[in-house]
Structures are given as C-alpha cells and as structure tokens.
Nanobody, 113 residues
Framework: VQLQASGGGLVQPGGSLRLSCAVS???????MSWYRQAPGKEREWVAR???????DYAESVKGRFTISRDRAKNTVYLQMNSLKPEDTAVYYC?????????WGQGTLVTVSS
C-alpha cells in the first residue's frame, strides 16, 4: 500500500491541527501508527490504532492527541490539541500487517509563536 500524509503546518502553542493519512488500499486488518521526528532526534512512535479499534499513545501526547480512522475512506487521522513547541517535528504515518510495513512521506508540524 501507499500512504500520503497531509495536514501539517504552522500553529501557535496551545493550538490544534488534524493530520490525515490517506492509504491507497483497504486498511482493513492493518494497524496504523503515527510517528514523528524532531530536528536532530530519532524518529519516535506517537500513536497507534489496531485492527479492532484499540488505541495506544506515547506518554508525551496522551490526553492531547487522538488517533482515529475512517475505513470507508481508507484514511487515518491524528487530531492534535494543546500543541507545544516540543511537538514540532515531521510526522509520518505507517501501516503494518503481518510482515509488511509501509511508510508515508511525512508532513511538517511547526509549533511556534
């Protein structure tokens, strides 16, 4: 499958953004994740939604970010609220099913006043 992330941009601290990840095929039976990579840092996992709908979050975003999906649109979302400057990063979506992993190209989120 191919993934296309979008929705990044510049936002002030405390603001919100919603990222989208459009998948070229069905996301049924995939688990979908968002990762991010800040300048000069390793890529880190942010959130995941499993095939059954269970979600999981990194401690740094828990309570502020929400991952969701629309299977009819083959799209996964990341709603980001109460954004902080330390959330600044390139955000990537990832699809996993069995041994198969696919990455999107990334979308830049900048949190700054």
């Amino acid at each position: 499958v191919q993934l296309q992330a979008s929705g990044g941009g510049l936002v002030q601290p405390g603001g919100s953004l919603r990222l989208s990840c459009a998948v070229s095929g069905s996301i049924y039976n995939f688990y979908m994740s968002w990762y991010r990579q800040a300048p000069g840092k390793e890529r880190e996992w942010v959130a995941r939604i499993y095939g059954g709908g269970t979600t999981d979050y990194a401690e740094s975003v828990k309570g502020r970010f929400t991952i969701s999906r629309d299977r009819a649109k083959n799209t996964v979302y990341l709603q980001m609220n109460s954004l902080k400057p330390e959330d600044t990063a390139v955000y990537y979506c990832r699809a996993d099913r069995g041994m198969m992993t696919s990455w999107g190209q990334g979308t830049l989120v900048t949190v700054s006043s």
